[in-house]
């Protein structure tokens, strides 16, 4: 049987052929040959639902294990499927190890043999310290021997994160941008969401002038108002999709097409500069515009959707240190005024 003929759910895995079926949390390999009467009975019981897990204390095990605990179900949709990417990185290579038999110096080496990609480095570091805590859980790791995960020094952030667009920047871009280029750009800037929301914008959820939604990464429920430029830019756009930004016929655009148009604009961009800038940053571009016009951090979250300062200090930058500074000392010389006054 060859790989274009397995089954629905059934991968070739290294030499071996895997079940998978990542809704249900289930990655099962089949020891039967492929087409025989073994691997259809296997087939079916598998789909009709889960297999005991494996009694061997591995990495395998305790990822499938943690894959069925609260620590991973009541995680975000988005947050879900970050872990899942790491989780999967780490059953690759640790699968058939004994968590009891990785210790604080193991992590330390994957740490840093990650060091070129700081953000999947520390990713890895904080997916393993919620995988041990769940080993501990459930007998794999004595507690008293604690978490060896736990405490491995991550790799600190050199920037602010993402560089917003220069008024320089913005101003080539807008004249050589293709009309659905230019549809994300004003998209991201008038709504100051990120790109995987932005993309999945259906004109159904803009309503009364307002964008409806949840935040694919955290859940949350907002309510956005269109700033007037963007309305005005929407009343021009023509509605040939269920989504507001589409691909060929009509169907929501994906990420790497629109990703792929924003290069390739960029690429012919004069401007030394342009090269840095990605369509994220224009979520920082659309918090320091609400700092500029005098909004404070409730107000920026708000339209953001940040649960946090600490991130809003990053979008913000100096521009809300200048803006925050500026409306203090107004109302200290206020204050010193009607002092003088008594």
């Given at each position: 049987m060859t790989k274009k003929n397995l089954p629905k759910y059934v991968y070739a895995d290294r030499g071996y052929i895997r079940f998978i079926r990542r809704d249900r949390g289930m990655?099962?390999?089949?020891?039967?040959?492929?087409?025989?009467?073994?691997?259809?009975?296997?087939?079916?019981?598998?789909?009709?639902?889960?297999?005991?897990?494996?009694?061997?204390?591995?990495?395998?095990?305790?990822?499938?294990?943690?894959?069925?605990?609260?620590?991973?179900?009541?995680?975000?949709?988005?947050?879900?499927?970050?872990?899942?990417?790491?989780?999967?990185?780490?059953?690759?290579?640790?699968?058939?190890?004994?968590?009891?038999?990785?210790?604080?110096?193991?992590?330390?080496?994957?740490?840093?043999?990650?060091?070129?990609?700081?953000?999947?480095?520390?990713?890895?570091?904080?997916?393993?310290?919620?995988?041990?805590?769940?080993?501990?859980?459930?007998?794999?790791?004595?507690?008293?021997?604690?978490?060896?995960?736990?405490?491995?020094?991550?790799?600190?952030?050199?920037?602010?994160?993402?560089?917003?667009?220069?008024?320089?920047?913005?101003?080539?871009?807008?004249?050589?941008?293709?009309?659905?280029?230019?549809?994300?750009?004003?998209?991201?800037?008038?709504?100051?969401?990120?790109?995987?929301?932005?993309?999945?914008i259906r004109w159904d959820h803009i309503d009364s002038g307002a964008y409806d939604f949840h935040q694919g990464k955290t859940d949350k429920p907002l309510w956005v108002p269109l700033t007037e430029r963007l309305a005005r830019f929407l009343d021009n756009v023509p509605r040939v999709g269920l989504t507001v930004v589409t691909g060929e016929h009509g169907r929501p655009a994906g990420y790497d097409a629109v990703s792929d148009d924003i290069r390739k604009i960029r690429a012919k961009m004069e401007h030394p500069e342009a090269g840095k800038c990605v369509l994220h940053g224009l979520r920082k571009n659309a918090a320091m515009e609400l700092y500029l016009a005098g909004c404070d951090d409730e107000m920026v979250k708000s339209v953001t959707g940040h649960s946090g300062v600490q991130m809003l200090k990053k979008y913000g930058g100096r521009v809300r240190q200048m803006e925050l500074a500026k409306r203090a000392q107004a109302k200290r010389d206020e204050w010193e005024k009607n002092k003088n006054r008594t």
């Open positions: 990655s099962v390999m089949m020891k039967e040959e492929p087409g025989s009467i073994e691997f259809w009975d296997h087939y079916q019981r598998l789909l009709k639902g889960k297999e005991p897990l494996p009694t061997k204390r591995t990495f395998e095990t305790l990822i499938l294990s943690y894959y069925e605990s609260d620590r991973y179900t009541k995680r975000k949709p988005r947050t879900k499927q970050d872990y899942r990417t790491y989780l999967e990185h780490i059953r690759k290579i640790w699968g058939h190890i004994d968590p009891q038999k990785i210790e604080r110096h193991h992590i330390y080496k994957l740490h840093q043999a990650n060091a070129d990609h700081w953000r999947k480095a520390n990713y890895l570091v904080q997916v393993l310290v919620n995988i041990l805590d769940h080993a501990q859980d459930i007998g794999f790791l004595k507690k008293e021997h604690g978490n060896p995960a736990r405490g491995v020094r991550l790799f600190k952030q050199e920037s602010d994160g993402w560089e917003p667009w220069s008024d320089e920047v913005r101003e080539e871009f807008e004249r050589m941008a293709s009309p659905r280029a230019l549809l994300v750009y004003e998209l991201s800037l008038g709504l100051g969401q990120r790109i995987a929301d932005t993309l999945k």
